[in-house]
């Protein structure tokens, strides 16, 4: 599944995609990665952690099914910093606590798409 619409109906933007790795670098060498593939399926890590699951994407909806425990719905929304940028932001928010985290592509993600 390719998240890649045209703007209607949703927050992702034209020529932006959730597929790929996404990174967060929270200091002192903690990280919070997900990569995101076109066959629905996901990974997260940090240095205390690693799952897999299934998720969907419903307009700025994003619902992860991880392969043991509860489904987590979040929202999501891209932002592009400076014009010409390779970097592409993404910001999720759980939709139970509220908690925004943005992610940057990680740069061993080859599809940086930002325009």
């Not at 060498?29 to 399926?41: D, K, N």
């Not at 897999?52 to 929304?77: H, I, K, Q, Y």
Request: net charge negative.
């Amino acid at each position: 599944m390719v998240v890649n619409q045209d703007g209607a109906g949703g927050s992702v933007p034209t020529g932006h995609q959730i597929i790929g790795k996404w990174y967060n670098g929270l200091g002192n060498g903690l990280y919070i990665r997900y990569q995101f593939t076109e066959v629905s399926a996901y990974s997260y890590s940090t240095p205390l952690k690693e799952f897999s699951g299934t998720f969907t994407v419903e307009g700025d909806r994003l619902t992860l099914r991880p392969s043991d425990g509860a489904p987590e719905d979040l929202t999501f929304r891209f932002e592009c910093i400076g014009r010409g940028s390779f970097s592409e932001y993404m910001t999720l928010k759980s939709t139970e606590t509220l908690l925004e985290t943005p992610f940057v592509r990680d740069p061993t993600d080859p599809g940086q798409r930002c325009m």
